[in-house]
């Protein structure tokens, strides 16, 4: 996956969110941002890895996320890698 890829995907997963108002609610409340803001760095990658993380934080959304754009369900996952803070953690 390439940069401009994991940007696309991550704007899609933000797109997905904000098309349903719980699933936004729950964006605001864990990121602390709010519309205007999110408006405003919505291409920025920093916050697009933080609606990855978001989404990835629950299975079932990534699972309705990938089945909704007809996705492999490790998309989210890879996108979030070439995103500013996606690096694998090693915990050893």
Do not use: E
Request: proline share 5%.
């Amino acid at each position: 996956m390439q940069t401009d890829s994991a940007q696309i995907i991550a704007l899609q997963a933000l797109a997905w969110i904000v098309s349903d108002d719980d699933r936004l609610a729950a964006l605001m409340a864990n990121s602390g941002i709010d519309p205007g803001g999110l408006r405003a760095r919505a291409d920025d990658p920093q916050t697009l890895g933080a609606v990855l993380d978001h989404l990835l934080s629950d299975d079932h959304a990534v699972i309705a996320f990938c089945d909704a754009h007809g996705l492999p369900y490790t998309t989210p996952l890879a996108a979030r890698a070439m995103l500013p803070g996606g690096d694998t953690l090693h915990w050893t």
